[in-house]
Structure formats: structure tokens, C-alpha cells
């Protein structure tokens, strides 16, 4: 069975840094695309980050230069580290595995999701 | 930036009913568009992926259809289970995949 378990967040001040983890098993970690998608409470949902299985990685502007995301494929591990954080980083932050189909293969989506984590930063 | 818009941002429904959800995106993006489900309290679940393929295990009430900037999510029978939000994403430009803004379902 696929999962995906986060952990790691909490109340942290304005400024400060936050470094959640996205526990992964049932599959083969180091052969997926995982992502990182917040949620503010009420609101919609916020795609955060991406790491490939070559390693490569994107972020929107909102949050480039603040977060990094980078995986353990030896320990099945995702990680998000969190940076200057702002009171608008607060959220619930999801894992998510991507896979890939439709046209030749090629179209990806978000085939299992992990319950999500919250981070509430606040002074 | 794709954005993604979807219409209308709720809607109430009796169960039985025929309902339809749109998507709409600022360019196109050919088929790569994918629905989700998110139940209250709970983690998004994949309904749709690429457009119109049904994910695995999930009901075939429900169907999705479009391409190019038009997209469509249809539940051909309501059922008291699918109150919930659901959202749109584009996944062609995977250097910032983007959601729309979610579409309420009530239960009338």
C-alpha cells in the first residue's frame, strides 16, 4: 500500500525556519517526482515545490530563494526546509506523488497524497 | 503563469442530479489537466487525470472532458458522499503546476 506520512510541523515566529519531512513507502521512492502543496485554512490549494528523480527542482516565486526541497532515496525521504518564514506560510502542507499518463505517457498528476501537516507561523 | 479558472465557485445540488463543474485556462494546454476531490477534513484525492482518463477505484459517475483551455467535470448522478470541494490543476508547464480555485459542492 502506498503512503505517505509528513511530519515536522508547528508553531514557529515570523523569520524564523521549519524543516518538515514526507515519510514514503509501498513504491519505489527514487523512481516518482514528489511534490509539496499547501493550503491555507478555508482556501484553495497551492502547489509549493517539485524534486525529480534526477534531482532537479522548481518553485513558484512565492516561495523561491525561502524553501528548498531535497529527498533521501536511501531512507524513502522527502524534506521541505522552510526559510524566513512569513505569517503567509501558514498552512497545511501536503506530500504528493506524481505519476505520469495520457498521451504518450507523459501527463503528470497526483496519484496519492500524504493527510498533511500544519505549519502556523505567528508571533 | 497558466491560470486556472473555475466556474462556479459553489453549488447546491439534490442527489440524483446531473452536475457539472468548468475549467477554464488562460492558454492552452492541450489535455494535461487533472480533477481532484477533497472532502472536508480530508487530503485531495485524484479523480480525473489527464483530462478524461478515470483514476483507479474511482466511480464512473463521475467523467471529465476537454482540451486545449475548456475542461469539464460531470457527476451523472449525485450522491450524498461527493459533498465536497474540487479543483482543477494544469500540468503543462511542470516548472509551476497551478490549481484553480475550487468549486464548493452542497448537498441540497
Same mark, same amino acid.
Given at each position: 500500500?502506498?503512503?505517505?506520512?509528513?511530519?515536522?510541523?508547528?508553531?514557529?515566529?515570523?523569520?524564523? @525556519?521549519?524543516?518538515?519531512?514526507?515519510?514514503?513507502?509501498?513504491?519505489?521512492?527514487? @523512481?516518482?517526482?514528489?511534490?509539496?502543496?499547501?493550503? $491555507?485554512? +478555508?482556501? +484553495?490549494?497551492?502547489?509549493?515545490?517539485?524534486?525529480?528523480?534526477?534531482?532537479?527542482?522548481?518553485?513558484?516565486?512565492? $516561495?523561491?530563494?525561502?524553501?528548498?526541497?531535497?529527498?533521501?532515496?536511501?531512507?524513502?525521504?522527502?524534506?521541505?526546509?522552510?526559510?524566513?518564514?512569513?505569517?503567509?506560510?501558514?498552512?497545511?502542507?501536503?506530500?504528493?506523488?506524481? @505519476?505520469?499518463?495520457?498521451?504518450? +505517457?507523459?501527463?503528470?498528476?497526483?496519484?496519492?497524497?500524504?493527510? +498533511?501537516?500544519?505549519?502556523?507561523?505567528?508571533? | 503563469?497558466? !491560470?486556472?479558472? #473555475?466556474?462556479?465557485?459553489?453549488?447546491?445540488?439534490?442527489?440524483?442530479?446531473?452536475?457539472?463543474?468548468?475549467?477554464?485556462?488562460? !492558454?492552452?494546454?492541450?489535455?494535461?489537466?487533472?480533477?481532484? %476531490? !477533497?472532502?472536508?477534513?480530508?487530503? /485531495?484525492?485524484?479523480?480525473?487525470?489527464?483530462?478524461?482518463?478515470? !483514476? =483507479?477505484?474511482?466511480?464512473?459517475? *463521475? =467523467?471529465? =472532458?476537454?482540451?486545449?483551455?475548456?475542461?469539464?467535470?460531470?457527476?451523472? &448522478?449525485? #450522491? /450524498?458522499?461527493?459533498?465536497?470541494?474540487?479543483?482543477? %490543476? #494544469?500540468?503543462?508547464?511542470? &516548472?509551476?503546476?497551478? *490549481?484553480? %480555485?475550487?468549486?464548493?459542492?452542497?448537498?441540497?
Amino acid at each position: 500500500e502506498v503512503q505517505l506520512v509528513e511530519s515536522g510541523g508547528g508553531l514557529v515566529q515570523p523569520g524564523g @525556519s521549519l524543516r518538515l519531512s514526507c515519510a514514503a513507502s509501498g513504491f519505489t521512492f527514487s @523512481s516518482y517526482d514528489i511534490h509539496w502543496v499547501r493550503q $491555507v485554512t +478555508g482556501k +484553495g490549494l497551492e502547489w509549493v515545490s517539485v524534486i525529480g528523480t534526477a534531482g532537479d527542482t522548481y518553485y513558484p516565486d512565492s $516561495v523561491k530563494g525561502r524553501f528548498t526541497i531535497s529527498r533521501e532515496n536511501a531512507k524513502n525521504s522527502l524534506y521541505l526546509q522552510m526559510n524566513s518564514l512569513r505569517v503567509g506560510d501558514t498552512a497545511v502542507y501536503y506530500c504528493a506523488r506524481a @505519476s505520469f499518463g495520457g498521451f504518450r +505517457g507523459l501527463i503528470p498528476y497526483f496519484d496519492y497524497w500524504g493527510q +498533511g501537516t500544519l505549519v502556523t507561523v505567528s508571533s | 503563469d497558466i !491560470q486556472m479558472t #473555475q466556474s462556479p465557485s459553489s453549488l447546491s445540488a439534490s442527489v440524483g442530479d446531473r452536475v457539472t463543474i468548468t475549467c477554464r485556462a488562460s !492558454q492552452s494546454i492541450s489535455t494535461y489537466l487533472n480533477w481532484y %476531490q !477533497q472532502r472536508p477534513g480530508k487530503a /485531495p484525492k485524484l479523480l480525473i487525470f489527464a483530462a478524461s482518463s478515470l !483514476q =483507479s477505484g474511482v466511480p464512473s459517475r *463521475f =467523467s471529465g =472532458s476537454g482540451s486545449g483551455t475548456d475542461f469539464t467535470l460531470t457527476i451523472s &448522478s449525485l #450522491q /450524498p458522499e461527493d459533498l465536497a470541494t474540487y479543483y482543477c %490543476q #494544469q500540468s503543462y508547464s511542470t &516548472s509551476m503546476y497551478t *490549481f484553480g %480555485q475550487g468549486t464548493k459542492l452542497e448537498i441540497k
